[in-house]
């Protein structure tokens, strides 16, 4: 079976909310539960 590559907004997507959580992360910065939530679902597609 041949595997197709991701598409372009799948690609964006899973660079985005590593690199979101990168900057959280190294700035120290919160991150409330919408936005927690909306990362999970982000990252669940990855």
């Known amino acids: 079976m041949a ?8 690609v964006v997507i899973c660079g985005r909310g ?7 992360y190294y700035y120290g ?5 919408a936005e927690e939530a909306a990362l999970q679902g982000m ?3 990855c």
């Not at 595997?3 to 799948?10: D, E, L, Q």
């Not at 590593?18 to 959280?24: L, S």
């Open 29 to 33: 910065l919160t991150v409330d539960s």
């Open 3 to 10: 595997r197709h590559p991701p598409s372009p907004a799948r």
């Open 43 to 45: 990252l669940a597609t």
């Open 18 to 24: 590593p690199a979101w959580i990168q900057v959280k």
